[in-house]
């Protein structure tokens, strides 16, 4: 059975608002918002992202993610934020370079170890947390 710490998850938060407060984001004018300011499209972005993951797979979701050039803002973002989440968290925990590298090298038979989905999972979930802390425009 596969379960995400609480207490993991509220851990990372911190973490999670300090990767998204880096983040420069223009308005439709092309001025820079405010560092607490974020576009709203990203919450469905980010909330969306952990139900893909379990309704598609985390390799098909970061990929669908990463090539989002369809969408109203960059969806790469996300996966981007995952991955450094989990490396601020543990510097040591990949070599890979990128989200859809650990997916890729954490996967036996096209099937994620369930250790890395549940990595995967409380990062988004923290992430997803943290972006509620701003204000959305």
């Not at 923290?126 to 701003?134: D, E, G, Q, S, V």
């Amino acid at each position: 059975m596969m379960t995400i710490n609480k207490y993991r998850v509220n851990s990372l938060i911190p973490i999670a608002t300090k990767i998204i407060l880096e983040e420069k984001f223009k308005d439709s004018k092309g001025q820079f918002l405010k560092e607490t300011s974020k576009p709203k499209t990203y919450k469905g972005y980010i909330s969306s992202f952990n139900a893909n993951c379990i309704i598609m797979t985390p390799l098909a979701t970061t990929i669908m993610y990463n090539s989002s050039k369809g969408s109203n803002e960059d969806k790469s973002i996300v996966i981007k934020w995952i991955y450094q989440i989990l490396k601020k968290e543990n510097e040591s925990f990949t070599n890979e370079n990128d989200l859809i590298g650990y997916i890729e090298a954490n996967s036996v038979n096209g099937k994620l170890k369930t250790d890395a989905l549940v990595n995967i999972l409380t990062a988004g979930s923290a992430l997803k947390l943290a972006f509620r802390k701003f204000k959305l425009i």
